[in-house]
């Protein structure tokens, strides 16, 4: 089975940036989508972007303009490039896909932003 292991979380000052990695213990490419999530304390978690086998993106409204995510085939990785950072993104991000038909979840990285 699939693991995804997250990493790049940390503290940052509002306005600052970050960039999230997700990497998969196989390849990716028969994975169509893979994507981030977050969850903030309190609420339930949220898409923050998707990307296909193709490279087709989606973003939630609240980060469209400010993140983009990135696929490599070739090292089995996700990125989430995180710029004009803002107080609400703070949360618990997390890599997902679904591997044989079942969800896959890495393990999680904190973001938090101070303002």
């Known amino acids: 089975q699939v693991q995804l292991v997250e990493s790049g979380g940390g503290l940052v000052q509002a306005g600052g940036s970050l960039r999230l990695s997700c990497a998969a213990s196989v390849s990716i490419l028969p994975m169509n989508r893979m994507g981030w999530y977050r969850q903030a304390p309190g609420k339930q978690r949220e898409m923050v972007a998707t990307?296909?086998?193709?490279?087709?993106?989606t973003y939630s409204d609240s980060v469209k303009g400010r993140f983009t995510i990135s696929r490599d085939n070739a090292k089995n990785t996700i990125s989430l490039q995180m710029n004009s950072l803002k107080s609400e993104d703070t949360a618990v991000y997390y890599c997902?896909?679904?591997?044989?038909?079942?969800?896959?979840w890495g393990q999680g990285t904190q973001v938090t932003v101070s303002s």
């Open positions: 997902h896909t679904v591997s044989w038909g079942i969800d896959v």
């Open positions: 990307i296909t086998r193709s490279g087709t993106t």
